[in-house]
């Protein structure tokens, strides 16, 4: 599958963003679960968010739960992310992510097989 995000950009603090990630599969959109992952200058990558294949199950890290929204549409085969009351903190370069074979529950601890571009969101305090 190839993956190519986007949405990224410039907003100001306590404002709103939604990244969009667009896959191309010769396989079904819907099998994979999806992930968004983020990494900011001189940090580690870390998972953000991720969607169980059917769209029933979600996973959150606790930084931005409450604040962020993960979502599909498997006709247009696309994931989600729906960013509010940004946070300076929340200022790095998105990653979006899928996998076959990860798990409902493991989704928020996995490797994922297949990763698009990265999209750069910054955040002004």
């Known amino acids: 599958v190839q993956l190519q995000a986007s949405g990224g950009g410039l907003v100001q603090a306590g404002g709103s963003l939604r990244l969009s990630c667009a896959a191309s599969?010769?396989?079904?959109?819907?099998?994979?679960?999806m992930a968004w992952f983020r990494q900011a200058p001189g940090k580690e990558r870390e998972f953000v968010s991720a969607?169980?294949?059917?769209?029933?199950?979600?996973d959150y890290t606790d930084s931005v739960k409450g604040r962020f929204i993960i979502s599909r549409d498997s006709a247009k085969n696309t994931v989600y992310l729906q960013m509010n009351s940004l946070k300076p903190e929340d200022t790095a370069v998105y990653y979006c992510?899928?996998?076959?074979?990860?798990?409902?529950?493991?989704?928020?601890?996995?490797?994922?097989?297949?990763w698009g571009q990265g999209t750069q969101v910054t955040v002004s305090s």
């Open positions: 969607i169980s294949p059917n769209g029933l199950r979600t």
């Open positions: 599969s010769r396989r079904t959109f819907s099998i994979y679960a």
């Open positions: 992510a899928a996998d076959v074979l990860c798990t409902p529950w493991s989704m928020g601890n996995y490797d994922y097989e297949y």
